[in-house]
């Protein structure tokens, strides 16, 4: 049987001695941990506006035509190790002013649709509202990945407000179909196998996936605007 890895390894002890033999450092490193903390709970309380407006939304739909357009909504805040992977791939150095400037996608909100027709619609429903305003559009609906991804992303920037000020933070939303979200997650789990190589056939069988996944999409929309739904 294997010894599982302990949680605080040998490193770990090294630093935080030499932390509390420096309490300088000690003291700069709470202080950025506050701060990083503090900017995270500003990103969760962004996602928590843009989930609540999607919710209304949702709601409203349903009481005027009797069926729910979003079938489900999921929230992420990027994790620690995943911002700075990010920022190190751009060569910005890591500060917390970066996160906020250069990185769009720190708090992610992914709106599951019924229908394609529905994703235009809810995207432009949001858009329309006066506190929202859009900072970038990328439409891999229109324009599919090369390996067949599919889904609208948009960088809004929504403000939220605190006790003493009003803070406007940015909001990566992405909204999609079932069918395209079923692909990307399947896709995302056969490719991040690490023991075992993605091979160009197998890519080549994704994509044509990703194809049935498209049809299958319009034809459900064309069946939506059929039955007059
Ligand atoms: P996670 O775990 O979802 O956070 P940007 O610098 O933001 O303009 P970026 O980051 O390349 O450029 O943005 P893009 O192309 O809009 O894609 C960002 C996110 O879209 C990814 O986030 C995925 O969630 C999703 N995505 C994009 N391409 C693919 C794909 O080919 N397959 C799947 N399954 N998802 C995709 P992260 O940060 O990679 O991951």
């Known amino acids: ?25 000690a003291s700069e490193v709470r202080h950025t941990m506050e701060s990083f ?3 995270m709970a500003y990103y969760k309380c962004a ?3 843009i989930e609540t407006k999607f919710n209304v939304l949702n709601e409203e739909f349903s009481l005027r035509y009797d069926r729910t357009p979003i079938s ?8 620690l190790d995943s911002i700075i992977q990010k920022l190190q791939r751009d060569n910005t150095p890591l500060s917390l002013k970066a996160v906020e400037t250069t990185l769009n996608d720190v708090a992610g909100v992914r709106i599951i649709c ?21 900072i970038k559009t990328k439409d ?11 889904s609208l992303h948009l960088i809004i920037s929504v403000p939220i407000f605190l006790l003493h000020e009003k803070k406007q933070m940015k909001v990566e939303i992405q909204f999609r179909t ?3 979200d079923s692909w ?7 490719k991040y196998k690490k023991d075992t190589e993605f091979t160009d056939e197998m890519a080549k069988d994704l994509y044509l996936c990703s194809q049935l996944s498209a049809e299958l999409d319009t034809r459900m929309n064309n069946l939506r605007k059929k039955v007059n739904i």
């Open 1 to 25: 049987m294997s010894v599982p890895a302990p949680i605080v390894t040998e490193n770990d002890k090294k630093l935080l001695q030499s932390f509390l033999n420096n309490p300088e450092k």
């Open 37 to 39: 903390s503090k900017l």
């Open 47 to 49: 996602m928590m506006e």
């Open 72 to 79: 489900g909504i999921k929230t992420r805040l990027k994790r």
């Open 114 to 134: 019924s229908f394609v027709d529905d994703v235009y619609m809810l995207a432009e429903a949001l858009l329309s509202q006066d506190d929202i305003t859009l």
């Open 140 to 150: 891999y609906i229109k324009n599919p990945k090369p390996n067949g991804y599919r």
């Open 178 to 180: 079932i069918a395209m």
């Open 184 to 190: 990307a997650a399947l896709e995302h789990q056969l």
